[in-house]
């Protein structure tokens, strides 16, 4: 039997990042060992905050080659508050790799896995199952790239929609649906921003190619609003960048927290997994942090690769997580439970 070999590139990050993709580098390799004909070969490059004040590039070109080369990349969370550009931003190398490896199709997925975990007391386990689509590449994110004339006194930042951006985007939001439960909800502002009136023209567009998939359009106040009140009511909810970004935290909220909540950065032939969260410096190298977001985004990574192994051993990682946390007290302190981060990981390894 041919066995096919995928490269990873594993980028570990800072803060938080090491201690949760270390399990999730763990978990994703031991999913993958009873199948005979894939292996991963992991390569580790150093990126983010810590690289950046050594060596002065946070993304350096060379790790930026490792990850183009790779069949999918493994990120664990970049950025400090404390090191920033002298224009006083933080480095956002995680936009680098979106814009630069065009990753246009941020899947945030949402999903509780027990009642306890929501600070909504009226839902159970899988009552809350959603998954955000944020377009990643333009957005009011863009504005990162296009400096306006910023004074002391004044500073702008252009929210850039394209046509192209949007249909491919919509598009993928629609095919998620179709795979799910045939609702997409549009999030935007066009009732003040022009560039959201082209953003809701083009989905307009896309939804007539797909009949059978229901819509519904919501403006991004009465949508953080809605996500609290009826969060059951969402399927796919599609929106542009920052209103992704922003949602996806409140959503996570809704399920547990950042810990909880995986994603993955794909595009037509590269894409990138890693949770939603950031590198959390206030419980940084103490072995606390939540690895389960980590976990299922290497279970979203496997099942991404074009193996039919690769998808079996992704499809098993995720019901080892959802296996492990049927356990009320299988859960790190962030979710109300007393586990460390490798206990944690060690709970899940016992349910694969
Ligand atoms: N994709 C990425 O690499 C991201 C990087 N960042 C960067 O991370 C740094 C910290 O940003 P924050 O705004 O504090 O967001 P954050 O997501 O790192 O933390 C927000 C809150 O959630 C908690 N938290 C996050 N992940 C957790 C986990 N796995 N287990 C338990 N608790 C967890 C933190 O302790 C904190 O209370 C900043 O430098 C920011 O720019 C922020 C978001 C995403
Ligand atoms: C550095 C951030 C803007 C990234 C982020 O918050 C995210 O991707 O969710
Ligand atoms: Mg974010």
Known sequence: MSKQTFQIAVLSGDGIGPEVTQQAVRLMSAACEPFEDIDLSLQ???????????????????????????????????????????????MTPQIDLRERLDLYNGLRPIY??????????????????????????????????????????????????????????????????????????????????PSMVLFREVFEEIAAEYPEVETE????????????????????????NMFGDILSDLAAGLVGGMGMAPSGD?????????????????????????????????????QWLDHPSAKEAGVKLDSAVKKALADPAVRTGDVGGSLSTTEMGDAILKCL
């Open 217 to 240: 359009v919501v403006y991004v106040d009465a949508a953080a609003l809605f996500l609290v009140q009826r969060p059951q009511s969402f399927d796919v909810i599609v929106t542009e």
């Open 112 to 193: 509780l896995y027990a009642a306890e975990d929501s600070p909504l007391k009226k839902y159970q386990a899988g009552e809350i199952d959603f998954v955000i689509v944020r377009e990643n590449t333009e957005g009011l994110f863009a504005a990162r790239t296009d400096p306006q004339d910023q004074t002391r006194e004044e500073a702008r930042d252009i929210m850039l929609i394209t046509r192209k951006g949007s249909l491919r985007i919509f598009r993928a939001a629609f095919d998620q649906a179709m795979q799910r439960r045939k609702k997409v909800t549009l999030v935007d502002k066009a009732n003040v921003l």
């Open 266 to 302: 794909i595009g037509e032939d590269c894409a990138v997994f890693q949770p939603s969260h950031g590198t959390a410096p206030d419980i940084a190298g103490q072995n606390k942090a939540n690895p389960v977001a980590t976990i299922l985004s290497a279970a979203m990574l496997l």
């Open 44 to 90: 580790e490059v150093s990126v983010g905050a810590q690289e950046y004040l050594k060596n002065g590039d946070p993304l350096p070109d060379s790790a930026f080659d490792v990850c183009r080369e790779s069949d999918a990349v493994l990120l664990g969370a970049m950025g400090m508050p404390s090191v920033r550009w002298p224009d006083g931003r933080e």
